[in-house]
């Protein structure tokens, strides 16, 4: 049977260059000790600059073989190496691979099969070679070199699978399938003796639904099957199975594969898209796999963490892998998410024009298919280079490629243009028409003309409002209330199957972009993954869990003129309640007039003062009215009021024998709220007649830092594991302390380290850290202090 080694600790690794390296005798004993992932330069936050991330570097380690009788061919699979990786064993050439982000297998030479030792070595190389996709003109993304993804040895005997798709169609009904699984073999050819496929479908629990035995006449082929009765794959359930074939020899079984699989059908057309027959409108985000410090190369934990904070905390239904296929272990946490995934293949805007650079890109479009063929959650090839020129020639063989390797699934292309030649499935577009004032999204029409052909918002807003996380509220907001508008606009067009909006985080980019400092700020979340306004636009879309996230502090100092003007609140309630102090501001509920297509309009408070005008005594309800639209009037647009106001207010004070000072301490009072009582304002989101959320805001007595990991527990598998600690300044009610830049410094005590720099800078009041295994088990301890303020910590299990 085939086995699979992992080989991701001990390696040694140098970032100098020299042909001796490949040498099996080659000393390396002075060079570093890494583990994969393992990004080869480190990149600080801001300011890292293309030359920190390219350059070569060497990785060796002494890898001892299976003595297992009967294994007759090892290979060492690598699941990314970026970006041209060559390997030698013992010193004898064995391949190489170009490409970042697609897995390669290199066998070992049947010389060394006997030895029990072999010393591997690889030249990753991660010059931006312009032969190689996504280079040779600027791109919008950085790619650190490194072997940032994992690697193993796979040792099989002489008879093994090498592949297994499987793909179905339903029949009179959705749930019984005709299977087709499309099997190849590695196996001297024409196969001696009577080779057989035992396959094997079961649910996740281990039990068998069917099974089928079939007789192999050729090294690759379709064999077909049915299941009755199966669940379907769907974004709310996603079932998933278990499916298996053993290779047998003579009915001696030598060799099993075994894939998750499920079951859906999906259906891009002019009028939205459908899955298992159910029109779904999707609503996405695209996601970089760049993190702070190390680039890509970050474990399953963390590549996890992203499909959970998409689907659970973002709420979104769909992920576009901008612009290259993403690490295997966030596919997997997709599949059993439910979270609908686009991929596609490497590149950006740019076609070289030399025919290798084509073929490069054809080949990482072939190798991404074939390693990602069989999850469930891919629902769309995109098969073009990210908004490059049209050229039927290639995305004519691109498209082939596709439908040739995967006939289950449509295909699409993005462009940023109209009109172009569509040879794919769907029509996928980068709108970036609204620029606050403009419509929202594009008319369809104007873009593909009267073809009645599926169309998929790809990306909106990204540059056209950069947003940092400490920026002033009134930037935040606008932010995150472009993304709403282009979500609305999405949902009130049928022809629109959906809207990926740029960008789910922050990203290490080429000088060419970026804030000058190598980072797109384009993120609805920062480099960390911490939510940034523009998150909660889409948290508050999803029906699994009541949010509610009010996009001020309510600080008149945050505010120009201290006019705090509307404040905005992302939310799923019915209502939301604003009270000052005890009393009720007002309820407002989610804002149709401006949002009238969203599925949770936000609500907005364009009043705060509302009803606190009752504690006026003597002043009757049209008095009040007139004093609140005066009050709220100066309090956005200053004292120069119209003419007709001046006057009625003249009329009132005199009826009151108000002062022009009395009319000062009613602004102070009801706009400033400058008394020597404490300010306090709660809003209460409001489902099915209770308050569900509450969220109170008062100026900070004082400040205290908070760490929150991701997880309790760390463990240490096929290789290190990672835990992100979500660090902030808050104030005693808890509100994070958003005007601070506080520096704050990290230790780790116990079986781990940290991953960057001891000390950090928040950002907006919160900032993260990254926390590695190291091997060993126990406690771990991280600390982390500031001045002015008592360190805290967070203890995390390493099982
Ligand atoms: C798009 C491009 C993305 C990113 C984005 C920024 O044109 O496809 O990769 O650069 O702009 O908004």
């Known amino acids: 049977m085939g086995t699979r080694y992992p080989l991701n600790f001990g390696w040694r690794f140098t970032c100098t260059d020299d042909p001796l390296y490949a040498q099996q005798a080659c000393d390396d004993s002075d060079w570093e000790v890494v583990d994969i992932p393992h990004v080869m330069r480190e990149l600080p936050m801001q300011y890292a600059s293309t030359d920190s991330v390219t350059g070569i570097g060497w990785y060796r380690r002494c890898i001892e073989l299976p003595s297992t009788v009967g294994t007759v061919h090892l290979a060492l699979r690598f699941e990314g190496v970026a970006t041209k990786a060559s390997v030698w064993v013992d010193g004898i050439p064995c391949g190489t691979h170009e490409g970042a982000f697609t897995p390669f297998e290199i066998d070992l030479p049947p010389v060394v099969l006997h030895k029990q030792e072999v010393v591997v070595a690889i030249r990753c190389d991660a010059q931006e070679d312009p032969l190689v996709p996504p280079f040779g003109h600027v791109v919008d993304y950085l790619v650190p070199g490194g072997m940032y993804r994992e690697v193993a040895l796979l040792a099989t005997g002489a008879y093994s699978i090498a592949d297994l798709f499987v793909h179905s169609e339903p029949m009179e009904r959705p749930e019984d399938r005709e299977l087709t699984v499309h099997y190849a073999l590695r196996c001297p050819e024409p196969p001696g003796e009577r080779i057989s496929l035992?396959?094997?479908?079961?649910?996740?629990?281990?039990?068998?639904?069917?099974?089928?035995?079939?007789?192999?006449?050729?090294?690759?082929?379709?064999?077909?099957?049915?299941?009755?009765?199966?669940?379907?794959?769907?974004?709310?359930?996603?079932?998933?199975?278990?499916?298996?074939?053993?290779?047998?020899?003579?009915?001696?079984?030598?060799?099993?594969?075994?894939?998750?699989?499920?079951?859906?059908?999906?259906?891009?057309t002019a009028k939205g898209f459908f899955?298992?027959?159910?029109?779904?409108k999707l609503r996405g985000l695209n996601r970089h796999q760049l993190y702070p410090y190390v680039g890509a190369a970050m474990p399953r934990r963390q590549q996890y963490a992203d499909a959970e904070f998409l689907q659970g905390e973002l709420g979104v239904n769909v992920v576009r892998t901008s612009h290259y296929p993403p690490s295997s272990h966030f596919l997997d946490k997709c599949d059993e998410l439910g979270l609908l995934v686009i991929t596609e293949l490497p590149g950006w805007q740019h076609i070289g024009a030399d025919p290798r650079w084509k073929e490069s890109a054809l080949r990482q479009l072939r190798e991404m298919i074939l390693r990602d063929r069989n999850h469930p959650s891919i629902i769309l090839w995109g098969v073009r280079i990210n908004e490059s020129a049209d050229d039927d020639a290639f995305y004519g063989k691109t498209n082939d490629t596709a439908c040739w390797l995967d006939p289950s699934r449509p295909t699409g292309g993005v462009r940023n243009f109209g009109s172009s030649h569509l040879l794919e499935d769907v029509y996928t577009y980068n709108d970036f028409l609204h620029d606050g004032k403009r419509p929202s999204l594009a008319d369809p029409v104007r873009v593909v003309g009267k073809r009645p052909v599926p169309y998929l918002v790809t990306e909106h807003t990204g540059h056209m409002f950069p947003a940092r996380p400490g920026d002033p509220e009134p930037v935040l907001t606008e932010h995150a209330l472009r993304h709403a508008r282009v979500l609305d606009a999405m949902y009130a067009d049928d022809r629109i199957s959906g809207a990926i909006g740029w960008c789910m985080s922050d990203y290490q980019t080429h000088s060419q972009f970026g804030g000058g400092d190598g980072v797109c700020w384009h993120g609805v979340a920062d480099m960390f993954r911490i939510p940034k306004y523009a998150a909660y636009v889409y948290a508050s879309q999803q029906e699994r869990r009541p949010v509610m996230h009010v996009l001020s502090q309510l600080h008149i100092g945050s505010h120009p003129a201290h006019a705090i003007g509307t404040v905005w609140v992302c939310t799923n309630c019915e209502s939301v309640q604003l009270y000052f102090r005890d009393t009720l501001v007002g309820s407002a509920f989610p804002d149709r007039s401006r949002f009238p297509h969203l599925l949770h309009p936000p609500v907005a408070f364009d009043d705060l003062i509302g009803n606190r005008l009752d504690e006026l005594e003597g002043f009757s309800k049209r008095e009040r009215d007139l004093l609140r639209e005066t009050l709220n009037r100066a309090a956005t647009d200053g004292f120069d009021l119209p003419l007709l106001m001046k006057v009625r207010v003249g009329l009132l004070m005199k009826r009151h024998a108000l002062r022009p000072s009395d009319a000062v301490k009613l602004f102070e009072r009801f706009v400033l709220a400058w008394d020597d009582r404490d300010v306090q304002w709660e809003f209460r989101g409001v489902a099915g007649g209770k308050t569900v959320l509450s969220t109170v805001l008062r100026p900070p007595r004082s400040v205290h830092l908070e760490i929150v990991p991701d997880q309790p527990a760390m463990h240490t598998g096929e290789t290190y594991d990672v835990v992100r600690c979500v660090i902030s300044l808050r104030s005693e009610a808890?509100?994070?302390?958003?005007?601070?830049?506080?520096?704050?410094?990290?230790?780790?005590?116990?079986?781990?380290?940290?991953?960057?720099?001891?000390?950090?800078?928040?950002?907006?009041?919160?900032?993260?850290?990254?926390?590695?295994?190291?091997?060993?088990?126990?406690?771990?301890?991280?600390?982390?202090?500031?001045?002015?303020?008592?360190?805290?910590?967070?203890?995390?299990?390493?099982?």
């Open 198 to 268: 035992h396959l094997r479908l079961g649910d996740m629990q281990g039990n068998t639904i069917v099974s089928s035995l079939h007789d192999i006449a050729g090294m690759e082929g379709d064999l077909h099957m049915q299941a009755h009765g199966v669940g379907l794959w769907d974004v709310e359930h996603p079932l998933l199975y278990a499916f298996s074939a053993t290779l047998a020899r003579d009915g001696i079984p030598c060799d099993d594969y075994a894939i998750r699989i499920g079951f859906r059908d999906i259906r891009f």
């Open 734 to 799: 808890g509100t994070l302390a958003r005007m601070s830049h506080q520096a704050v410094h990290v230790d780790v005590e116990g079986p781990a380290k940290l991953i960057g720099p001891a000390d950090l800078n928040l950002s907006g009041g919160v900032g993260a850290c990254y926390v590695r295994t190291i091997g060993g088990k126990g406690q771990v301890r991280i600390v982390v202090s500031c001045p002015h303020t008592k360190p805290v910590s967070a203890t995390i299990l390493v099982d």
């Open 275 to 280: 899955l298992n027959g159910r029109l779904l």
